[in-house]
């Protein structure tokens, strides 16, 4: 069994994908999976469904969607019993599942190691993970499913989490000299988040350490122009330090002298 909440959620077993196809059902599947192995109390499914406008008929309808979400366990997976893979407690349900068949557990586990390589300056060890941890998203985090207020702060949380576990890849791969190689993902990454300043730092740097120093100001530039125009704001404190020193051509930026930016 393989559960997938990074991107489409879905459930897979024997190689076919099985998935709900009412709304609300999936809403219920993908907050019992964000939750995997863990209680999920009804007032918290209710207040995902429903918000603050909940039915007369929530508890009876709650009840309906467990229960379409158990007849899909058993058609999917008939050697278990569905009471057993989606429990019923007193307070709630908890969906039980292994916790390596989730990919937001495998995606954790990965990133904390990466996090930990980073921080003993284990860079390319770093990497690896960190690269290991963001291969497992297949795109934005519950991208099939219509949120309530619940799910959305999840989804926000997983996509911040993604945003620095890629920052911190590619600083750890900067500090392995590897800015060539990335100055191509770097210049998608600035035109998906054109006011996301890390990502157009490291442009920045990654294009002046590969001997484009003009490509390097005119990714200044183009930020200071965004952040003027959208929000009226001049570019952070480190960025205009970086700005300067590129001008400068200090050789505190060279791979030889410095590490990534941190």
Known sequence: MEAQVLGPVSITTGGHAVMPSARKTKQVLALLLLNANHLVSVPTLIEELWEDKPPASAMTTLQTYVFQL????????????????????????????PPESLDLNRYEQARMLGLRHY?????????????????????????????????????????????????TCINAELAIGEHGTLVSELTGLTAQHPMHEPFHRQLMLALYRAGRRPDALNAFRRLRSTLVDELGLEPSREVQSLHQSILSADPALDHDHALALR
């Open 70 to 97: 158990r007849r899909m366990i058993a058609e999917a997976m008939p050697s278990v019993s569905p009471k057993d893979v989606l429990a019923t407690t007193l307070n709630g349900y908890v969906l039980q599942i």
């Open 119 to 167: 921080a003993t300056g284990e860079f390319r060890q770093a990497a690896d993970s960190l690269r290991t941890a963001l291969g497992t998203w297949r795109g934005p985090a519950l991208a099939d499913v219509k949120t309530g207020r619940l799910l959305d702060s999840e989804v926000v949380r997983l996509q911040e989490s993604r945003l620095t576990a890629h920052e």
